[in-house]
C-alpha cells in the first residue's frame, strides 16, 4: 500500500484506537481567504479535540499523503501560491510526480479511507452545477460518497449549485442523505431550504449505527450527513439568491470552467456579501466538526 505519513497527535491517537475524524485541505487553499483560511484550520481542529477526538487534516506536500499536519506544515499551506486542487483524478499523478496539493471532499474521502478513518467533516460537498446540461460540470464529490465508505459531515451542497439535480444524481448513486435534527435540506449558508431531505437523524449514535450497517451488508460507499448552520449564523437563501446568480453570471461571461468554477464562485459571494458568506461559512465548518467527532467518538464505542 502506498506510504502514509501520520503527524504526531494522528499516531499517538492510532496505537490508542481513539476516535479520528478526517478534514480536507481545498477548503484552506480555494476556499477561504489568507489569514483567515489558517485561523480557520486551526479553530476547526481545536474543535475536534474539545468534542473528544483527534483531528488529521490530509494534503499531498512534496509526494507524500499526509494523514494530519504539524501546524508549521499546515500554516505553509495556508500560505502557498498555486496549490493544485485535487480530486480522485488527480491525487496519483501528484503523489508520483513529487507535487503538493489540498484535497477535495473526494480525495479526502479517498485518504481517509486508507488511513482507516471513518468520519470527514467539512463545509459543502461539490455536487450538479447549475446549467449542468450544457457544461455536464459535476463534482466527483458526489461519485466518490457512492463508492467509498466514509461518513461526510457537511453543510448540504453548496448553494451555489442546483440542489434538486445534485439530490437526484446522490438518489441514483446509492448515498443516503441525511438531515440532522430536521426535516429541510440544509443549504449550506442557510439552514434551511424548501426541500425536504430524503432522511433524517437526531443524533450521532444513530448516524453511527447506519455506517456501521452499511458496511455490515458489504454495501460500497459512504453516507452524507447534512447539518444546518446554527441559526444565528445563517444567511437566509432570499438573501442570497441575487448574489450567487449575479456571481454565477459573472463566471460565465468570463468562462470560467473546469476546476476553477467553485473557488471563483465563493470568493465572487465573499465579496458580494462584504465578508458575511466567509463568517457563515467558517460557522458551519466549526459546527461540522463538533459533530463529527460525536459520530467517530460513538463508533470508536462500539467496534
Ligand atoms: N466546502 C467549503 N469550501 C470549499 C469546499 C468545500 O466550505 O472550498 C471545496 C471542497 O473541497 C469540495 C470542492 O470538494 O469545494 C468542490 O469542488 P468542485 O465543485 O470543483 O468539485
Ligand atoms: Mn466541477
Redesign the pocket.
Known sequence: MIPLTFSSEVTTARSANTPLVAL?S??IT??MPYPQNLEVARQVEADVRAAGATPATIAVIDGALHIGLEDAQLEALAQAQNVA?L?RADMATCIATGGTGA????ATMIAAHLADIHVFA??????V?KGAEDSFDI???LMELAQTPVTVV?AGA?AILDIPKTLEVLETQGVPVIAYGQDSLPAFWSATSDLIAPLRMDDATTIARAHQTRQQMGLPGGQLITNPIPRADEIPAATLAPIIAQAQAEADAQGVSG?G???FL?QRIFELTEGRSLTA?IAL?RNNARLAAQIATSLTNTT
Do not use: F, R
Not at 484535497?103 to 473526494?106: F, P
Not at 467539512?122 to 455536487?127: A, R
Open positions: 480536507e481545498t477548503i480555494h476556499g486542487k480530486s484535497t477535495t471532499v473526494a467539512t463545509g459543502g460537498i461539490g455536487g452545477h463534482s466527483a464529490d457537511a453548496k476546476k468554477v467553485t473557488p465563493l461559512n465548518v
